[in-house]
């Protein structure tokens, strides 16, 4: 069962979303216990917030998918967590085929 239910068009018009994952601190906060299990991420401070809060919305949405297990975000929601955490070099390629 999703966490997140109600009939929304976008998952950024949902009220929690930008508590969740924009917010600067709860982001921190993310990043600090994924720290502890999974070593530092890079120093580009929009970098690592884009990663975790790629990372909560996930988390928010699905609760917790398993190791290897990958879903396609909501374009809506990759666009609003690049635009509020863009790159220094002006290209966002943080997701990779594999």
């Known amino acids: 069962m999703d966490a997140i239910s109600g009939d929304l068009s976008y998952i950024t018009l949902h009220p929690g979303f930008d508590a969740v994952c924009l917010n600067i601190y709860v982001l921190q906060t993310a ?7 999974h070593g530092q991420l890079t120093n580009d ?5 884009r990663y975790i809060a790629y990372r909560q919305i996930v988390e928010w949405c699905w609760v917790w998918l398993g190791r290897h297990v990958r879903v396609r975000l909501p374009a809506c929601a990759v666009t609003c967590i690049r635009n509020a955490f863009p790159a220094l070099d002006g290209q966002n390629n943080d997701f990779k085929f594999e």
């Open 31 to 37: 990043y600090l216990t994924f720290r502890q299990y």
């Open 45 to 49: 401070e929009n970098k690592r917030h």
